[in-house]
C-alpha cells in the first residue's frame, strides 16, 4: 500500500485516479479547496482533504503532506483572470514541489499538456498563454529539484472510456480520454520509481500497452 496525495482531487482527472488507486489498495488523500466537493471524493474511497494550496505557504503545505509517499499535482485554475493562473498553475504548483521536499515525499506527478515547456509557442496575446507560461515555469521548476519526479503530458482531453493503451509517440493522433490520463497515473505510482522518475511522457489513446511505454527508454 501506497499513501499517495492528489492535489486538485476534485478536477475529473483526479476523481478517476483516486477511485482506479483506492481500488488498487492504496490509502489517497484528496485535497480540495471547496468543502462541497467532499462528499464526491468520498464516493471515490480517498479521503478528502479540505486546504486551499493557493492560499498555503511552504511549510503549511509540508505538514499538509508528511506522511504520504507519492505527491499527484492535478490541480489548476481552469481558465479565467491571468493573475490566477499563475497563482495556482505556478506558484501554488512550485510551492507543492519545495513542500515535497521539505516534508521528505520525494515521488512526485505531475500532470501537464502535451507541448508543455518553455518553448510552447503560444503568443502573448492568446488567451491561453498565461496556462502555458505558468506550466512551463512549474514544469522546469520540478525538472530542476531533488524530486522522483513524472511529467505526464496528455493532448486534448476527452471523457471517453480508456482504452488501457496509449501512443507514446503521438502518430498523428491529437486526443486522450481522461479515463487514460488516470490509468498512467495509477501505472506511474505503482511502477519501480527508478523505472518511471525524471521522465516526461507524452501520450494520446493508441495501441501500446502502458506497462510496455512506461518501460521504454
Known sequence: MTRIAIIGGHGKIALLAAHKLAAAGHEVSSIIRNPDHAADVAETGAAPVVADVEQLDTDELAELLTGHQVIVWSA???GGHPDRTYAVDRDAAIRSMDASRQAGVLR???VSYFGAGPDHGVPEDNSFFAYADAKAAADEHLKASELQWTILK???LTLDPSSGTLDPANDGKTSTSRELVADVITAVVEADPE????REIEFTDGDVPIADALHRS
Open 195 to 198: 523505472t518511471v522518475a525524471g
Open 154 to 156: 496528455p493532448s486534448t
Open 108 to 110: 512526485y506527478v505531475m
Open 76 to 78: 489548476g485554475a481552469g
